[in-house]
Structure formats: structure tokens, C-alpha cells
């Protein structure tokens, strides 16, 4: 693990009521997730991973800064990583948001589910830059 991903593993682990075993569940191995409770340091916007891309492609060409987002190519589902408090507020049509009593499965920082993977700063996506990418991205779709 580099410095970076060990930075950035330490700042996911402290969303774990343990971080301690989250962040050596990732030591141990690149490929694992750790189960962690949303709403603590963040909360998670789930949608298709079609339309993800798309997002994301909108988000990168607004801003050269990349809040971590990973895929799960199991369910064909993308993350976002948002701030605490948003899944109360959410509203944006077929996504979900995740906060206050969920969990999810984060992958490790160096794992390859990673699209624009953590730094360890700490920094999250902007719901409102989100929401507004996520329905251009519908429409985008609708138009194809």
C-alpha cells in the first residue's frame, strides 16, 4: 500500500465504528471491502453505473477536482461519496442515497472498484454539482 492509499485508508477507516479493522482488513488485501456504517464522515449516492459514467464525465469536465466515486461491477451500481447529512435532503430520480442507519461495502483504496478513487483529504462530492450531473445524464440517455 503507498503512502497515499494508506492516507486515504485511513481517512474511509474512520467512518468504521472500528477503523482500526477496516484499515487492516485493506492491508491485508487490496480487493477487500470493509462493511461501514453511512453517515458518519459520509453518505452515498447509488445509481446505474451507465449513467454514472455520464455523470461522471459531466462533473470532470466542470472541475478538475475528483471526490471519490467506485463501481460495483457485481450489480452494475456506482457510489458517490457525498457529505453526512444528504441522504435526509436527497431527491433525484432513480438513485438512492445512503446515510443515518445503512451500511455499505468500501473497497479498499487501492482496490481496481475505484473510478476517481479517495486522497485521504477527505473531500466529497457537492450533492447540488451531483444531483445536477445525474439529470443531465439522464437526459443524456433519454436522447440516445
Known sequence: MSVEQASAAEWLAGADNDP???FSWWQESPEHTAL????RIFDAVVV?????????GILAAASPVRPPAW???ADFKAYFLVPPGTAQAWSCPDTIALGDATWVWVPAPASDSWIWPPDGSGILHDPVALREA???????????
Do not use: C, K, S
Not at 461501514?36 to 453517515?39: K, N, Q, R, S, V
Not at 446505474?48 to 461522471?56: G, I, M, N, S, V
Not at 445525474?134 to 440516445?144: E, G, K, R, Y
Open 71 to 73: 463501481g460495483d461491477a
Open 48 to 56: 446505474h453505473q451507465d449513467r454514472a459514467a455520464r455523470a461522471l
Open 36 to 39: 461501514m456504517p453511512a453517515g
Open 20 to 22: 482500526e479493522h477496516a
Open 134 to 144: 445525474l439529470v443531465a445524464a439522464a437526459a443524456q440517455a433519454v436522447a440516445l
